[in-house]
């Protein structure tokens, strides 16, 4: 079946979401009046297939995002979506990190009325390192790495495979 990484993806959350409203039922069910009774074992049936189905959809979106390749002109050369998703990670922790540093890193630090910046035996101050326009600079470089991922990983989902696949998998009831 010709599939995309969208449809994937959906698919999963679709199977999460019924995994969870499932996990949801079962414990309200534990506890009813007299002739409200729900099958407990039924709904755990239930939510055993929603769980088998999720890990179905991960297989096949396994399968499907190593078998997609994407050009990133920052590598300058072709990776897989498996890899891209990995970098994506790194590079949008890296983008905090420096948006952190541009941002919230000045304000200075105080713990049990004492101030970690000052070196007690001789007064001696801590000096920031890197300014917040060299923050700034790498926080704009990280971020624009960021982005150009973000659009890999998106080319590389809308890409159709044809993958073997149960058409019913794709679509939960």
């Known amino acids: 079946m010709n599939v995309t990484g969208y ?3 959906e698919a999963l959350k679709l199977w999460e979401l ?3 409203a499932l996990k949801d039922q079962v414990e309200a069910s534990l506890y009813a009046f007299p002739g409200e009774e729900e099958s407990v074992r039924a709904i755990v ?3 055993r297939d929603a769980e088998e189905a999720t890990a179905e959809v991960q297989t096949v ?3 499907y995002n190593a078998s997609v390749t994407v050009f990133v002109p920052a590598l300058e050369r072709s990776i897989t979506l498996t890899e891209a998703v990995k970098r994506l990670g790194g590079l949008e922790r890296e983008e905090r990190l420096w948006k952190w540093a541009a941002t919230k890193a000045s304000a200075q630090r105080v713990a049990y009325g004492t101030d970690d910046s000052v ?3 001789d007064e001696v101050r801590k000096q920031r390192v890197l300014s917040v326009d060299e923050c700034v ?3 704009v470089r990280a971020t624009k790495a960021t982005s ?3 659009s890999a990983v998106a080319v ?3 890409t159709a495979r044809d993958i073997p696949v149960e058409s019913g998998l794709l679509s939960p009831a």
């Open 7 to 9: 449809a994937l993806r």
């Open 18 to 20: 019924k995994r969870d």
């Open 45 to 47: 049936a239930d939510l």
């Open 61 to 63: 979106q396994a399968q």
């Open 119 to 121: 070196r007690k035996a």
């Open 137 to 139: 600079t790498e926080w």
């Open 148 to 150: 150009a991922m973000r």
């Open 156 to 158: 590389a989902n809308a």
